[in-house]
């Protein structure tokens, strides 16, 4: 059975999103990957434009992405939550108690993954590269 993974960012909109198609690219058959975001300003709606662009410039597509919220259901569903940065990390503490906290981490381990919203281009392309590393660099085990 593959181990179950739910990567979150504040919108579901850029990274969670991408984070999603590089874990799924890199852990294959042993991985079952989700996305969600905090907030539901983006719910159903496709992920940034720049976000789609910088990952087709890294062999991926992410055309088909549609933004979901977190759920409980969703936190329950996983054995591994990913928190693209520290801020994502404490909303998800808070909200969703104690109980979950064991499946709880940072993306990367001790570092954040810059939101690039309201950045140019290459800040979009320098964050999908990151995030695309750290499927190789990835403290928590998932992949090996």
Not at 66 to 89: F, K, N, P, Q, Y
Not at 101 to 106: A, G, I, Q, R, V
């Amino acid at each position: 059975m593959p181990t179950k993974v739910l990567t979150v960012c504040l919108g579901n909109y850029c990274r969670s999103p991408f984070a999603q198609l590089a874990l799924s690219r890199r852990g294959g058959p042993r991985l079952a990957v989700r996305s969600a975001g905090l907030i539901s300003k983006w719910q159903d709606k496709p992920a940034h434009p720049s976000m789609v662009e910088a990952a087709r410039r890294l062999g991926f597509d992410l055309s088909a992405h549609r933004g979901r919220h977190i759920t409980l259901e969703m936190l329950g569903w996983a054995d591994t939550v990913l928190a693209m940065d520290a801020s994502v990390l404490a909303t998800l503490r808070a909200v969703f108690g104690p109980q979950h906290d064991s499946k709880l981490c940072l993306y990367l381990d001790g570092r954040d993954v810059p939101d690039p919203i309201g950045e140019d281009d290459a800040a979009f392309f320098d964050c999908a590269v990151m995030i695309e590393a750290g499927t190789a660099l990835h403290g928590g085990g998932l992949i090996t």
